[in-house]
């Protein structure tokens, strides 16, 4: 369930890279920034988010079970 809920998150943060509707947008926000690029700063930050959601609750628990831990000199056990 949580990995469908991160799929369906990626796919909405593709569809909302392409922000065709700031390209004519001459507004300032904060009266320095502008709009398209205040809203690439506020997806960077959203997507930064995604993402360690997605290694914090997507990452399967069994997948490092089986390596050595490092400094042990790689023997397993």
Known sequence: MKTRFLCA???A???LHHDAWL???YRL???F?????AYHA???LAT???WAAAA???????LDAGEPRRGDGGRPG
């Open 23 to 25: 390209w004519s947008d």
């Open 29 to 31: 926000v904060f009266g």
């Open 56 to 62: 914090r609750f997507g990452w399967p628990v069994d």
């Open 9 to 11: 998150g990626l796919a």
């Open 33 to 37: 920034l502008p709009s398209g690029l």
């Open 42 to 44: 506020a997806y960077s």
């Open 48 to 50: 930064a988010a995604l």
């Open 13 to 15: 943060f593709a569809l």
